[in-house]
């Protein structure tokens, strides 16, 4: 019934050279099914579409690369045409045995001009790209990571390590360059990645290739997070502020901030704002948004209460 329908719905291509639509084409016309749509390929005319069944399953690699449709027409690097491993030219014609070689064999000769770097380049750029657009990152700060990721791989820094980590790693170092309020534990749970892959990357990138770009690595600080928790939260403005001259308050009259996470630091300044402004937050929403445990929550609301 299905095969049946489909039949009847299929366009007779007798039917088009006969049809007066055909009378706009050229003198010579050649029509030929093609990406869905009935064209004449000599002047491009677009007759119809064409309604195809589903396409066949692929299990050898030559299937594979001659049905796959999703490869990158355009990159920013390497060589920009591709030979295709093809049986036809682009009118539709059939190509001889004398020119199937000849293409079989300068397509194996761009394959091996291709370097590694730039193999490493083309798997690594739709990652980087992905994970900004799933982070909703600025653009310019992933062009900076690029930058670093590129120099990276140049150095031969990621030979023999993950490219997801190197990716992730040099993002975050682009994060830091600008100072935006993102944390590692978010890079991390969108990359699908650990922790521990991340900070040895991050390490060889802020020794060997950030001095190079001449480009400085800055911790994140609590400050930074206060906006941040705060907006997370629903919390006002007011609220945000009065957190923010807590904080500030705090500092100047000696509290510790070396060697402690800026995370709880943020969030207990948040705590307390809210508590004193009547939009209250429990421990646990807040320990939740600022991803600390609600020990150290605690722990930092003494220590701001005693510079308070």
């Not at 928790?229 to 007011?238: H, I, K, R």
Request: glycine fraction near 6%; charged fraction near 30%; hydrophobic fraction near 35%.
């Amino acid at each position: 019934m299905n095969k049946k329908y489909k039949n009847r719905l299929r366009i007779n291509k007798n039917e088009i050279s006969d049809n007066k639509d055909n009378e706009k084409c050229c003198n010579f016309p050649n029509i030929t099914s093609k990406d869905g749509e009935i064209v004449c390929t000599n002047c491009g005319l677009v007759i119809g579409n064409d309604i195809v069944e589903a396409e066949l399953r692929a299990y050898t690699s030559e299937e594979i690369d001659q049905r796959k449709r999703t490869e990158i027409r355009w990159r920013d690097f390497g060589p920009r045409t591709i030979l295709p491993n093809t049986k036809t030219d682009s009118k539709g014609n059939l190509i001889d045995s004398k020119g199937k070689h000849l293409f079989s064999r300068l397509s194996k000769i761009q394959n091996s001009l291709v370097s590694s770097i730039e193999r490493n380049f083309w798997e690594a750029k739709p990652k980087l790209k992905l994970l900004a657009s799933k982070m909703n990152i600025p653009s310019y700060i992933a062009e900076t990571a690029w930058k670093i990721y590129t120099t990276a791989a140049q150095k031969k820094l990621t030979m023999g390590r993950s490219i997801d980590g190197f990716i992730t790693a040099s993002l975050y170092a682009a994060i830091r360059i600008h100072e935006s309020p993102r944390l590692l534990d978010e890079l991390c749970d969108a990359a699908i990645i650990q922790r521990r892959v991340v900070h040895h990357s991050l390490g060889l990138i802020v020794k060997e290739v950030l001095p190079e770009l001449g480009l400085k690595y800055r911790p994140i600080t609590a400050d930074q997070l206060v906006f941040r928790f705060g907006t997370d939260l629903g919390l006002s403005m007011e609220a945000q502020k009065k957190a923010m001259n807590m904080l500030l308050d705090a500092t100047k009259n000696g509290l510790m901030r070396i060697g402690k996470d800026p995370r709880g630091i943020a969030a207990s300044v948040i705590y307390m704002a809210a508590k004193k402004t009547g939009e209250r937050k429990t421990q646990a929403e807040i320990s939740k948004v600022s991803k600390i445990t609600e020990v150290t929550l605690r722990s930092r609301i003494k220590d701001i209460k005693r510079t308070l």
